[in-house]
């Protein structure tokens, strides 16, 4: 058993107690090892799972990041955890899954002491400038089951990586973030868990109101907005320009060289800033 506190196993019988009033049906279930979580939850959704039910791994080997990206973690080291949800809400707000997500995350880990904030769509950085590092990415899937379409959002955070054990040079881990404190990945996982869901369910019910809370909200705690950024679209070609804004349907609106604003609702994005400080 590790005797770093900061990869201390997981509490499964607290993580089974836990309770969240805006999702009666959650189930936290702790597993040593996976491959990837996603995989997990997307064949649970398949078989009639609820909604609620979150699977976290001890140690995942094959997990996938947004465009396919493959990474695995030394054991203990991080939280690779999957939520599975069954919105009912109109296809057209699908799109906003993935930033409430990354919004939730990263809102959880600012009230946490932790300078963070979102990359458009979902990645959350700490710190800003040179000193701006990714400590997590999702991945949401959208799975057609029996009863409807799921959705498989799945979380990995960078909790007690080493400088050496970082998957890139751009990465972080919340214990190198702030050395003078000890991460405790249960506690985290409750948090981001029951803010996840809290947020979920209040997008949910609120209509266009709430809608319109989360749009603000993210743009607030977007680190996009405002810089100049390369994005690669799906089809391979590259939009420089200056992100703006945020749209309705949860896109960024970028503006080329043109002088012509583009909406993006896919791609990878380069904070071109940065990057150059980062040499």
Same mark, same amino acid.
């Given at each position: ?12 019988? =607290? ?7 805006? #999702? ?18 997307? #064949?649970?959704? =398949?078989?009639?799972?609820?909604? $609620? ?6 140690? #995942?080997?094959?997990?996938?990041g947004r465009l396919d990206r493959v990474w695995e973690s030394p054991a203990g080291s ?12 109109? %296809?057209?707000?699908? %799109? ?20 963070? =904030?979102?990359?458009? %769509? ?8 040179? +000193? ?8 949401? +899937? ?5 009863? $409807?379409?799921a959705a498989v959002v799945g979380i990995g955070i960078n909790v007690g990586m080493t ?16 050395? +003078? ?46 810089? +100049? ?5 799906? $089809? ?13 349907? $949860? =896109? ?10 583009? %909406? ?16």
């Amino acid at each position: 058993m590790t005797t770093d506190p900061a990869r201390m196993p997981l509490d499964g019988p =607290r993580l089974a107690a836990l309770k969240i009033a805006t #999702q009666p049906d959650l189930r936290v279930e702790v597993v040593a090892v996976a491959e990837s979580t996603n995989a997990i939850l997307t #064949q649970r959704g =398949r078989g009639g799972a609820a909604e $609620g039910l979150v699977v976290v791994a001890e140690h #995942q080997t094959a997990g996938r990041g947004r465009l396919d990206r493959v990474w695995e973690s030394p054991a203990g080291s991080a939280l690779t955890f999957s939520v599975l949800l069954r919105p009912t809400v109109s %296809p057209a707000s699908w %799109p906003w899954l993935p930033l409430l997500a990354g919004h939730a995350l990263a809102d959880t880990l600012a009230a946490q002491g932790y300078a963070a =904030r979102v990359k458009w %769509p979902n990645d959350v950085l700490l710190g800003s400038g040179a +000193e701006e590092r990714k400590v997590a990415g999702i991945l949401v +899937e959208r799975v057609e089951t029996a009863d $409807g379409p799921a959705a498989v959002v799945g979380i990995g955070i960078n909790v007690g990586m080493t400088a050496a054990e970082l998957p890139v040079p751009e990465a972080t881990s919340l214990a190198l973030a702030r050395p +003078e404190a000890t991460p405790d990945r249960t506690e985290i996982l409750e948090l981001v868990v029951t803010r996840l869901l809290a947020e979920y369910a209040e997008w949910q019910s609120g209509g266009s109101a709430a809608a319109a809370r989360l749009r603000t909200a993210y743009a607030a705690a977007c680190a996009t907005l405002g810089r +100049e950024v390369v994005v690669s679209l799906p $089809g391979g070609a590259d939009l420089t320009g200056t992100a703006e804004s945020i749209d309705e349907q $949860g =896109r960024l609106l970028v503006v080329n060289r043109a002088g012509e604003r583009v %909406p993006v609702g896919a791609g990878d994005v380069v904070h071109v800033r940065d990057a150059r400080s980062d040499g």
